[in-house]
């Protein structure tokens, strides 16, 4: 269970603290690192002082330059919060959150992502809104900024203790469903986006969270990759309808 | 509740971990830090930069030169230990520690202390011997040793969410019973011992690890104020009839 568990730290400034999170995750028997656009040179003396031995993990950890490309096979992606943002979106506690990856990673095709911002300004809306849910470490309300690799550490104790006390998920059963991954997810959203613009129901230069509303509905209903499909059926046959001299967009879809 | 637990630091030697460790606690509404003979200075650039704000803990750290006097005071020493050692005491995991802590802490006198090692050899088999109960923060058994900020960071979020859970504790009911504090328990333990060498049942150069036993059944008891005085006067008459010509022990006990 735990090497479907995925750590993604996003525009990461200090070496140190990549270091510091490879630690905790080798600590806590987490081994998957994706390191997003980092905003410093990942392997460095400070990584491999503050990493003591786990820093094989940074060795091996993907670098990609936007969240979409670290999480696109995963099945569950979770944004590590400060706050509640804008426009508020689904929030697990810690523990709640470790309580619920033995069930979410019984099947061995989902895979758990942990998202964590930069150390200055967390993530971006943009990002919180690519997430399933946040999750929220409590802490003093009057110095609240925890340490990246500190917060690295109680996510991923959570993980183990969750591990601990279940143990392996049982195998899925053959008839269990296949949920729609990340990649999945965003290209539906990027036809959907596509199809209500054709339909003159959306208007990007003026979006109203609208678009972000209909992610965080969508992403709360958890679509299996059977119902994507089925979305997706519907809103070629829309678009279709809107733009009848274009070509049929389900060879489009095949690219997206 | 969270204002009357004390971490305590043992041998430090990296200034960075003391800020670590401090940050990791303001985070977690956790103000009482000691530091008992840290090797090396506790207040450097590197302190201050890890400690990202929190660097008023260290600066109001007490620093002594024993686990004694840092912890004089508490009713409950837990320490933090990797495995177990040669002899087995009462183990506690993080979360049953933080679930007992709103009951040990109802009482307004009582103080917890938790305690950690240094970063390469942890805490001795003497400081051990010294805690009522040992914590064992799960990890991965082929990578082990967490870093110890990191270490300090778990066991404050348990505590931090014991809280919350369970609120501020009561105020204790006016006929609780006073437990005995960590200096009173080692001035028993001392008066025991000299009354045993006076009786010929024990011979320091042959402990065989007869104090340790009677420390981890004394310890697991968790004597009450009013106890250990019965036990003083049993061991002073003891020590009285082994020693008649001596004078009585009453008198020296109260200087011990």
């Known amino acids: 269970m735990l090497e479907r ?53 940074v060795h091996d950890a993907r670098s990609v330059e936007t969240l979409e490309e670290a999480v696109a096979d995963c099945t569950l992606v979770v944004g590590a919060s400060a706050r509640s943002r804008t426009l508020p979106w689904p929030m697990v506690t810690p523990r709640a959150l470790g309580e619920r990856l033995p069930e979410e990673l019984s099947s061995s095709e989902n895979r758990v992502a942990l998202v964590f911002g930069r150390e200055d300004s967390g993530l971006t809306n943009a990002e919180l809104q690519r997430c399933h849910a946040h999750v ?47 990649e999945e997810l ?28 209909l992610r965080r509905f969508t992403l709360r209903a958890r679509p299996e990759r059977m119902e994507l499909n089925i979305l997706r059926g519907i809103l070629s046959s829309t678009e279709k309808l809107a733009h009848p001299e274009r070509p049929a967009t389900g060879e489009r879809a095949a690219h997206d």
Chains 1, 2 share one sequence.
Do not use: K
């Open 186 to 213: 965003e290209h539906y959203f990027t036809h959907l986006e596509r199809a209500l613009i054709a339909i003159g129901f959306h208007d990007p230069a003026q979006p109203r969270q609208l678009m972000a509303r």
């Open 136 to 182: 929220h470490i409590p802490t003093n309300p009057d110095f609240s900024s925890l340490n990246l690799a500190a917060a690295v550490q109680v996510l991923a104790y959570e993980c183990r203790l969750a591990w601990l006390e279940h143990g392996e998920p049982p195998q899925e059963a053959s008839d269990a469903p296949t949920l729609a991954s990340h």
């Open 5 to 57: 568990i995925r750590i993604v730290l996003i525009g990461t400034s200090h070496p140190g603290n990549i270091g510091g999170a490879a630690r905790a995750m080798h600590n806590m028997g987490l081994a998957d690192l994706a390191l997003v656009a980092p905003r410093c040179e990942a392997l460095t003396a400070d990584t491999v002082s503050r990493a003591s031995g786990a820093d094989a993990l």
